[in-house]
């Protein structure tokens, strides 16, 4: 058992790397605003404009790579919730900063 | 005694808990002690004070730091001599009293006093980033930021280092912080089999000079026990000796880092981990 361990890699590595990344990112966020408060307020407002939504049926979540950082925005829509001139066909609308996608699916 | 220059105000912070403040709060005072400067050690933990139980003084413990800031009773009547070393003094924190009692201009009031009468005071800080940490570190001259050579240790000890650079008096002057970095509960084997961050991992991350790095013992946790800090109770210790050189350093002395090795025989290393 002892001796297995001795040929495993250590972890010390993976703990370094994700501290790296991660306090980076910390440490800049300690002097800007906060950006993904501010993404989520502009985006809500956007969409808002057009539909319908309620706030807790919306999931933002933001993934921070070491190069690329993506950033995904669930709404749920509820059907017959239009604003404005737009047909209600939205279901649900996902905005995707990775691959800049917008589903529609048609209700 | 000491020639009195001015007094260093010395805080001693992590932002976790669990990583060894007080520990190293305590030893480190009584080494400054020994090493012939007067020496306060102040507990900035209101409510969960445990400076007064490392040092063994908890029985002597009549007024606090906030029955000071209040004005219920006179500095000298707080503070607590030691009765091991003459020139090391405790100012205990209130255990039952409410946090928000400590008042950025009460301990104002109580540091600058306590400069007029000690060579060196260390503050003692409560873990988190609350306003009992806040105002630990609030008139600080130097830091000492304990670190365990961990995830979440060394996370929470930049942003420490991050309010250290932003609310303290001396950023607010356009001044730095002079910070020293302490390593804690260091287990050789374990950095050498790449199990835990290095020393070296460390440093790299938080960009802050060493001051010292102190091996993980079991005569950390009997001093404790016994209510007399390991550089008291067992000077000849690793980690005692590790504490020393860190006091020396923190006095400004040029004394070459000794990194914990491991020290077990080859027939421990393979089949046990029990020796330490």
């Known amino acids: ?107 | 005694m000491s020639e009195r220059t001015s007094a260093r105000v010395v805080v001693v912070t992590s932002g976790k808990g669990g990583v060894g403040k007080t520990t190293s709060t305590a030893a480190i005072g009584a080494a400054l002690a020994r090493l012939g400067d007067k020496v306060v050690v102040v507990d900035f933990d209101v409510g969960l004070r445990n400076l007064d139980l490392v040092l063994g003084a908890e029985r002597r413990v009549v007024f606090d730091l906030i029955n000071v800031i209040n004005g219920v009773a006179k500095l000298p009547q707080a503070l607590i001599r030691d009765k091991r070393l003459e020139n090391l003094y405790l100012l205990p924190a209130s255990q039952t009293r409410d946090k928000d009692a400590l008042t950025e201009e009460g301990v104002g009031k109580v540091i600058a006093e306590l400069r007029e009468k000690f060579d060196w005071i260390v503050c003692d800080s409560p873990a988190g980033i609350e306003r009992g940490a806040t105002l630990a570190m609030r008139h600080a001259d130097t830091a000492i930021i304990v670190t365990n050579p961990e995830v979440s240790s060394v996370r929470d000890s930049d942003r420490i280092i991050g309010l250290l650079d932003a609310k303290t008096e001396k950023a607010e002057r356009g001044e730095c912080v002079d910070k020293h970095l302490l390593i804690t509960r260091y287990h050789p084997w374990r950095a050498a089999r790449g199990e835990m961050l290095s020393i070296d991992d460390v440093l790299e991350i938080l960009s802050v000079p060493l001051l010292g790095i102190i091996p993980e013992s079991e005569e950390v946790l009997r001093a404790s026990n016994l209510g007399s800090p390991v550089t008291i109770n067992a000077a000849l210790s690793a980690p005692a000796r590790a504490y020393f050189d860190a006091t020396r350093r923190l006095k400004g002395e040029q004394i070459a880092m000794e990194v914990p090795s491991d020290s077990r025989g080859l027939f421990t290393k393979l089949f046990g981990r029990k020796a330490a």
């Open chain 1, 1 to 107: 058992m002892k001796l297995f361990n001795l040929f495993r890699s250590g972890s010390a590595p993976i703990a370094r790397e994700r501290l790296q990344i991660l306090l980076a990112h910390e440490r800049s966020s300690r002097t800007e605003p906060d950006l993904l408060s501010i993404l989520r307020e502009e985006i809500l407002a956007v969409i808002g404009r057009h539909v319908a939504f309620e706030p807790d049926k919306v999931q933002i979540k933001l993934d921070r790579g070491k190069s690329v950082t993506t950033l995904a925005v669930d709404i749920e829509i509820p059907h017959g919730s239009r604003i404005g001139g737009i047909a209600p066909q939205y279901s649900r609308l996902t905005l995707d900063s990775g691959a800049s996608s917008m589903e529609k699916q048609v209700a």
